[in-house]
């Protein structure tokens, strides 16, 4: 079992940038892909990107794409979720994800296909 634990969030000025950090423990990354995803209030979970077991394939929702970038370091344990530009409607509680993949080419988009969550870090962009 993989235990995960996001940091990073914090309040940040439109048109800034953040870096969130997922640390992992009990299980190394390199056999696991790994997602961001968002929950704004009264929202559902939303998808924000993925990143593959090997770090080779990255997707990106619509929302993100050009904003964000997602990599992996499996010496650290720790996945990332760049994002620049950030504007108001990105604020959101930002989770990250793990299920276990040690091949291919296969990327997932949604949430229940993860079985491991942290427990979120809040990003508030103030306009």
């Known amino acids: 079992q993989v235990q995960l634990v996001e940091s990073g969030g914090g309040l940040v000025p439109a048109g800034g940038s953040l870096r969130l950090s997922c640390a992992a423990s009990?299980?190394?990354?390199?056999?696991?892909?790994m997602a961001w995803f968002r929950q704004a209030p009264g929202k559902e979970r939303e998808f924000v990107g993925t990143i593959n077991w090997s770090g080779s394939i990255t997707y990106y929702a619509d929302s993100v794409k050009g904003r964000s970038t997602i990599s992996k370091d499996n010496a650290k344990n720790t996945v990332y979720l760049q994002m620049n530009s950030l504007k108001p409607e990105d604020t959101a509680v930002y989770y990250c994800?793990?299920?276990?993949?040690?091949?291919?080419?296969?990327?997932?988009?949604?949430?229940?296909?993860?079985?491991?969550w942290g427990q979120g870090t809040q990003v508030t962009v103030s306009s």
């Open positions: 009990g299980r190394t990354l390199s056999s696991y892909a």
């Open positions: 994800a793990a299920r276990r993949q040690s091949s291919g080419v296969a990327y997932y988009t949604r949430a229940r296909s993860y079985d491991y």
